[in-house]
């Protein structure tokens, strides 16, 4: 993919910068909270000018035409309004800036639509060979079609989500995948679905996962907290997920932002900043690793099972790997476990361990996770949200602590 982000790091982005929020010392604020990348930002050259003073990136919207989604009524018409001349008009009066990393070709698209994304796609690597195409996806809770074939208006334009995603990869040549998801809006049950779904397109294909999170909220009354920031990054990460994109920044959609409508701080800056500088902590560690599957440990409450969605999903109450054995939480409480293996392929493995038994942040614990070394000549190490961490040890049994919503990573030499 051409592309000006370093993709062998962790990268967090944010929907919307508008006006009000671009003085310098915003543009500082913006990268001392964490953030690389702003989504959907203007092609303001002033603006571009002090993200690339302060080290962040661009996604621009509006250099080639726009297309949404929506309801599903316009669905499977993309290539009769956004036609191939429209982009090469729109290359022609393209100026390019360092600042820009990646040019917006559209957002939540029906399936029907698909294919013709794939020329779009390949179009605007050609026209715009310094910046990479950026598509972000439906999650699962958009509609699904429960009419005839002939009658195409819908949101997915297929008749599972997971043949939406099926869909995305035979036809868009991407080498990632971004959806948005956000459980605090719709109190949605399919959290862990669609990152199953997601994670399993992705890994059959080779690309890597980028999911849109939510820092505001839908009713003005209620205020995301740090914990439930916590849940929806690591529980993406136990997944594999490489790129978080925080919604929203500044005014896009709904309520509590992170700067108001005047681009001062709301509470939301100092949270927001905290968990970008815990992602990125893990993250030298992380990125070391893929994901090659994700286990469900524990969960004997069933408190993380009302965002499951799938009757399908199995759970453990022990796991035990070709590296480690018998891992497991004491009092069955849930744990999300990324199982992972060395992208320098020196056959070190790593375990992504997120305590997810808490994710409305009501009802706070500790536990201690347990397990052993399947060969106990083999070196382990734990990392958490504020560095190395302890890991005790008992005989041939190693435990590690975490309280709700902490992650922490477990790698073996």
């Given at each position: 993919m051409n592309t000006r982000m370093d993709r062998s790091r962790f990268n967090i982005g944010t929907y919307h910068l508008k006006p009000y929020a671009r003085t310098e010392q915003h543009v500082k604020d913006l990268a001392d909270c964490g953030i690389d990348f702003v989504c959907c930002a203007e092609y303001d050259k002033a603006t571009l000018d002090l993200f690339e003073k302060h080290g962040v990136g661009a996604i621009v919207v509006g250099v080639v035409p726009g297309w949404w989604g929506g309801n599903g009524e316009n669905t499977g018409t993309m290539h009769k309004v956004n036609?191939?001349?429209?982009?090469?008009k729109a290359a022609e009066k393209f100026v390019d800036h360092p600042a820009i990393w990646g040019i917006d070709i559209g957002d939540e698209p029906s399936a029907l639509d698909f294919p013709y994304y794939g020329e779009v796609f390949g179009l605007t690597n050609t026209l715009f060979p310094k910046q990479f195409p950026y598509l972000n996806l439906y999650p699962n809770y958009a509609s699904v079609s429960q009419n005839t074939e002939d009658e195409t208006t819908c949101q997915l334009g297929t008749k599972t989500y997971d043949e939406h995603i099926l869909r995305y990869c035979e036809n868009v040549p991407a080498d990632y995948l971004s959806y948005d998801f956000y459980v605090y809006c719709c109190y949605v049950r399919k959290a862990y679905e669609n990152l199953i779904s997601v994670a399993d397109a992705c890994r059959k294909t080779g690309r890597s996962i980028w999911i849109v999170l939510q820092?505001?909220?839908?009713?003005p009354e209620?205020?995301?907290?740090?914990n439930m920031l916590r849940f929806q990054a690591y529980s993406a990460m136990a997944f594999g997920v490489e790129v978080i994109t925080w919604a929203c920044y500044t005014a896009g959609w709904w309520h509590n932002q992170v700067l108001d409508d005047k681009g001062e701080k709301t509470e939301q800056y100092e949270k927001l900043k905290k968990i970008n500088t815990e992602i990125k902590t893990l993250a030298p560690i992380y990125m070391e690793y893929r994901t090659t599957d994700?286990?469900?440990?524990?969960?004997?409450?069933?408190?993380?099972?009302?965002?499951?969605g799938s009757q399908t999903i199995k759970h453990i109450e022990t796991l035990s790997t070709g590296f480690v054995r018998d891992l497991k939480p004491d009092d069955n409480l849930g744990?999300?476990?990324?199982?992972?293996?060395?992208?320098?392929?020196?056959?070190?493995?790593?375990?992504?361990?997120?305590?997810?038994?808490?994710?409305?942040?009501?009802?706070?614990?500790?536990?201690?996770?347990?397990?052993?070394?399947?060969?106990?000549?083999?070196?382990?190490?734990c990392f958490g949200l504020r560095g190395k961490k302890e890991l005790l040890r008992d005989g041939d049994t190693f435990r590690i602590e975490l309280e709700s919503n902490e992650a922490a990573i477990i790698t073996i030499r």
């Open positions: 036609p191939p001349e429209k982009y090469l820092v505001n909220s839908h009713v209620k205020w995301i907290s740090e994700t286990h469900f440990v524990g969960f004997g409450g069933t408190p993380g099972k009302e965002i499951e744990l999300l476990v990324g199982e992972m293996v060395s992208r320098a392929n020196d056959g070190s493995r790593a375990l992504f361990i997120f305590a997810a038994d808490d994710y409305k942040d009501v009802d706070h614990k500790k536990r201690t996770v347990s397990f052993k070394l399947t060969n106990a000549n083999d070196s382990v190490s």
